[in-house]
């Protein structure tokens, strides 16, 4: 079975430009995770989304970041505009069940790194 | 509130030693689960094991194994006889389930050095 599908696995872009990355979630999942991971913080939920609703959106740093949820199997996250301190791996993980369950376990991606300059 | 502390920012070792992982977690509920995920060069995050509060049994897989003790709030993980295939970053991580939704809580991971 395929996994959790992220693109691009790599991006690099100039601030101020409109960035969205891409997430395939594992076929009969339910829930949706975006994380990002600095050097500095470590791994941080930035938002979770269970069946196509988005549950918490805390971790979402400001108001340039959103994410959606426009079928069951997909989402994206966008960055508008960019800037250099977003640059980051940013992971997209998917569960059968919601965090509070005691079925799940979340599955990531690979990430997509992205560079701000 | 949850937290996760893994003290060891990087250990070096040398192919067929073993080598322990430290996990130190925090949590005010009584019903969590406690995980352990591989990064390795590549980048990618791996599941490894999950267990729950109320499983103190250690468990054993190939050359890895893991010690849950409640007593201690620890969740160590031992990998028998290293390879250099091992080198990777490891993260321990929780989420509780008591206060309802909660995050999957990250510790800053454990950067794991195998030479040959």
């Known amino acids: 079975d395929a996994g959790v599908i992220q693109s691009p696995r790599h991006e690099v872009t100039e601030m101020g430009q409109e960035v969205t990355l891409r997430c395939k979630l594992i076929?009969?999942?339910?829930?949706l995770f975006w994380y990002r991971q600095t050097m500095m913080r470590g791994l941080e939920l930035l938002i979770y989304?269970?069946?196509?609703?988005?549950?918490?959106d805390s971790g979402m740093p400001e108001d340039r970041f959103s994410a959606k949820m426009p079928n069951a199997s997909f989402s994206t996250l966008k960055i508008q505009p960019s800037e250099p301190r977003d640059s980051a791996v940013y992971f997209c993980?998917?569960?059968?069940?919601?965090?509070?369950?005691?079925?799940?376990?979340?599955?990531f991606g690979a990430g997509t790194r992205l560079s701000v300059l | 509130a949850q937290k996760v502390t893994q003290a060891q920012t990087e250990i070096s070792v040398v192919e067929k030693e073993d080598v322990t992982l430290d996990c130190v977690y925090e949590?005010?509920?009584?019903?969590?689960?406690l995980f352990w995920y591989k990064q390795p060069p590549s980048g990618e995050l791996v599941f490894l094991i999950r267990?729950?509060?109320?499983?103190?049994q250690n468990e054993i897989s190939g050359r890895y194994s893991w010690n849950f003790q409640k007593s201690t709030s620890s969740f160590n993980f031992t990998i028998t006889a290293s390879q250099v295939v091992d080198s990777a970053v490891y993260f321990c991580?929780?989420?509780?389930?008591?206060?309802?939704?909660?995050?999957?809580?990250f510790g800053k991971g454990t950067m794991l050095l195998v030479s040959p």
């Open positions: 991580a929780l989420i509780s389930l008591n206060s309802g939704y909660s995050t999957l809580t």
């Open positions: 989304f269970n069946n196509n609703v988005p549950i918490d």
């Open positions: 993980a998917s569960s059968s069940a919601p965090p509070g369950t005691a079925k799940n376990i979340q599955y």
């Open positions: 267990r729950n509060s109320f499983d103190e």
């Open positions: 949590t005010r509920d009584t019903t969590y689960y």
């Open positions: 076929s009969g999942h339910n829930s």
